[in-house]
């Protein structure tokens, strides 16, 4: 199973697919990685030596115009499966509707608690005693796809926003990489 990876931010979890991936029987590939900006984990690419590229969102003066741009890129690679893994984006329904149903998500929350693009902040401000972690296939709502994965994480007295998103992100990785091998392996299907 070939992979893209489209990120905006420190990538740590693309780094968890590259090494992952670097296993010769992990059944899928990153092909390519994508970003909407000069990510810093943009990095992770160069240092395991698979191609890249940037789409600035802010060179385009729509974000339709943006998503025919970076669906351009991603025809180059033609992947079986288009992995955001913190892309702070939401895509075109075009870009949605190009590729859908392989395209997941990550999600530092247990969808449907706390969707969109501040799940952790948001659960620390709801003063709940857990949150968790989802990967969801991408539809053209807001974090509402099908629920691929997801699992309860407790939030802690004194967890600030970093901490508990720190505490988060080791079982994203964990979830990613599960769904992406079964997924690879035809145990999970994605088609509606
Ligand atoms: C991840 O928690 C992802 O789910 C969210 O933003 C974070 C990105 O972290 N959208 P990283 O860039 O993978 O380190």
């Known amino acids: 199973l070939t992979l893209a990876v489209l990120i905006s931010g420190t990538g740590s979890n693309l780094r968890a ?4 991936a670097a296993h010769p029987d992990f059944p899928a590939r990153v092909v390519a990685v994508g970003a909407d900006r000069e990510a810093d984990g943009l990095a992770h690419a ?16 729509t974000r339709e115009a943006w998503g025919d741009e970076l669906a351009a890129q991603l025809d180059v690679w033609q992947p079986d499966l288009i992995v ?19 395209i ?5 929350a247990y969808l449907p608690e706390f969707p969109g693009a501040h799940g952790v ?3 620390l401000a709801a003063s709940v005693s857990q949150t ?5 296939v991408v539809d053209d709502g807001v974090d509402s796809g099908p629920i691929l994965a997801q699992e309860r994480i407790p939030v802690l007295p004194g967890d600030t ?20 091998q079964r997924i690879a392996r035809g145990e999970l299907e994605l088609a509606p």
């Open 84 to 102: 955001l893994s913190g892309l702070m984006r939401l895509l075109p329904a075009a870009v949605v509707a190009r590729y859908a149903p392989h």
């Open 132 to 136: 968790g972690a989802s990967v969801i």
């Open 104 to 108: 997941i998500n990550t999600h530092p």
């Open 17 to 20: 697919l590259l090494e992952a």
């Open 161 to 180: 926003e970093a901490t508990l998103h720190e505490r988060i992100k080791p079982v994203e990785r964990r979830l990613l990489i599960d769904v992406v």
């Open 46 to 61: 160069e240092e395991f030596g698979i191609p890249s590229f940037t789409v600035p969102y802010a060179a385009f003066p």
């Open 121 to 123: 902040r948001d659960a």
